[in-house]
């Protein structure tokens, strides 16, 4: 491995960046913070950020002298290159049920929900976006509350936290900032409220990385 410190290009807001800060917190990984501002043609174009990302987004993580895009591609490398603790339960029922919960979050639920589409609905139509995103983590979470009904213990799949964990925190915090109404999902709060009383997780909350703005 190298000795070189990682270096993670992050935006305080992002889902992707924080699920990714989530598990580098729970890795015990030390890293340097590069602020991206995603609404800022000037940071996203930034040439050394360019270089190691072309689709100018974040999460971008620089580490073992490699450059790596996509957050779940992210976390496996560092499950892989990083043992313990594991984020991927060893029972391949389980090990799929994690990725079956992470990806309906990440493909199924948080496009459709994003931040640049609900801003651009709004410009084209007052208030659209916030409908459409509203409506999207409605039925994405009808499922959701389903999928832990069926497979969740203490956490998203069983007793042991995994990659399905690491992408709770953030499209709840998405969930809120639309009004979506979180009653009907006992499941979902339960494991929510647990997460939230992790360290590491409180670590890589939004409001206290170095770009949030600061009240």
Known sequence: MST???????????????RVRIALALK?????????????????????????????KVPTLLINGLSL?????????????????????KELDKRAYARAISLHIVSGIQPLQAISLHK????????YGDFWCKHFVTRGFEALEKLL???????????????????????????????????PYPTINRIAATLAEIPQFQAAHPDVQPDAPKS
Request: overall charge negative; charged content about 20%; aromatic content about 12%.
């Open 69 to 89: 895009t996509e957050s779940l591609a992210i976390i496996e490398y560092l499950d892989e290159a990083y043992p313990n603790p594991p984020l991927l339960p």
């Open 28 to 56: 015990g990984i030390e890293y340097e913070y590069r602020p991206i501002d995603l609404f800022s043609k000037t940071s996203k174009n930034n040439p050394e950020f360019v270089a190691h990302n072309p689709a100018k």
């Open 120 to 127: 651009m609905l709004n410009e084209k139509e007052p208030g």
């Open 149 to 183: 009904i069926k497979h969740s213990g203490t956490f998203c799949v069983g007793e042991q936290l995994s990659i399905a964990d690491l992408n709770l925190p953030s499209i709840i915090f998405n969930a809120k900032i639309y009004k979506v109404d979180m009653t």
């Open 4 to 18: 070189t410190k990682p270096i993670l290009y992050s935006y305080w807001r992002s889902s992707c960046a924080w």
